[in-house]
């Protein structure tokens, strides 16, 4: 559905996209993660053809975005970040103004626009003064204009944005039930949100795309980077200092507890040789080791370790490690 070749974007002296591709297929829904200022509002405005890249090539449905942003813009459905709302419209009267811009008309008009208000679930508020209503409702009259021409793609700039948690859920249950065979790009700043909702993220970071696949997926891939869980009962600051020297190991965490017990974090550069070292360690020095477990990797810990990283260190999404 979606093709992105090169993709560059500058303002000036600001590369704000820099040469990403990746390809999203008809039913996937992806999920756009990254720190604030990383490029995913860009990137979004260049894949519904409202914004021409600088560089390189995107096409929807096999349209050229800079050629034909009207074929683009017939095809995907688009919620930006800050939804110019026309905020002295009644919602009704708003959606059906927008219905006609995008060429509904009579009776197909009017049965559209009650239904979409059925889908986003905004038919008992329909009547309202948009200006009236509260954040969540203005983000779903946004959902709704984008749905109004049924666009076989939704692009959706972080809809649960300033939503309190009810709505959240309520939202992200529409789109949910709007995904079916419908492809969406969604952006989130929410981990758990992407999570729940996407079966792929795009992890970008300065303009770069750092990371692309499942939870899983990239689970999996980052396995070995997990941290290793220590339960140690010893004096905490020389069993901090001791542990740091095996394999200048970094601790994570550190908590200790009124027993004595003393709880690492770590993530060791090799894990087999941390683990022995750490076994000769405690029986040298008498300690009682607890616990030596393997600390789960959540997408949590892989979107830090991405974000936070020096972009030369993230290289591995070029060179396919
Ligand atoms: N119209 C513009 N003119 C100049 N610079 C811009 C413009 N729009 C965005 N930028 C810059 O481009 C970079 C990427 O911005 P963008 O809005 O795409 O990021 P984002 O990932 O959506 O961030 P956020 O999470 O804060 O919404 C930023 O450095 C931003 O300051
Ligand atoms: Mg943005």
Redesign the pocket.
């Known amino acids: 559905m979606f093709q992105v070749e090169n993709l560059t ?1 500058r ?2 002296e ?1 590369t ?2 820099d040469n990403i591709s990746f390809t999203i297929e008809p039913g996937e829904i992806c999920g ?1 993660l ?12 260049i894949l519904t053809g409202f914004m021409p890249p600088t560089e390189g090539r995107v096409t929807v449905a096999g349209f050229d975005v800079f050629k034909n942003p009207m074929e683009v813009k017939r095809r995907v459905g688009y919620l930006p ?1 800050t939804t110019p709302i026309y905020t002295d419209m009644r919602v009704a009267e708003y959606l059906d103004f927008v219905a006609e811009v995008k060429g509904l008309r009579g009776n197909a008009k009017t049965r559209k626009v009650a239904d979409i208000m059925e889908v986003t679930r905004i038919t008992d508020r329909q009547r309202y003064l948009i200006s009236s209503l509260s954040k969540g409702y203005r983000q779903r009259v946004g959902l709704a204009q984008a749905l109004l021409n049924d666009p076989e793609a939704l692009v959706l ?2 809809p649960s944005i300033g939503l309190d948690p009810e709505q959240i859920i309520e939202i992200r249950s529409i789109i949910k039930d709007l995904s079916g065979k419908r492809t969406v790009i969604l ?1 989130t ?1 929410i981990l758990p949100e992407a999570q729940s909702i996407c079966s792929r993220m795009m992890i ?1 970071n300065r ?1 770069k795309l750092v990371a692309a696949d499942s939870t899983e997926g990239l689970t999996k891939k980052f396995a070995t980077s997990g941290r290793i869980n220590v339960k140690l009962l010893a004096p905490p600051d020389e069993a901090k200092s001791a542990i740091e020297a095996i394999d200048s190991v970094d601790v994570v965490s550190v908590e200790n507890d009124e027993t004595g017990v003393s709880v690492f974090s770590v993530a060791p550069k090799n894990k087999t040789g941390f683990r022995k070292a750490l076994t000769r360690l405690a029986v040298k020095k008498d300690w009682e080791l607890l616990e030596l477990s393997e600390g789960a990797v959540t997408l949590e810990d892989i979107y830090i370790k991405l974000v936070t990283e020096e972009p030369t260190q993230t290289k591995f999404a070029e060179n396919g490690e």
């Open positions: 974007k303002y000036g600001v704000a996209v756009f990254g720190p604030n200022g990383a490029g995913k509002t860009s990137t979004m405005r970040e700039d972080e952006s700043h970008i303009g």
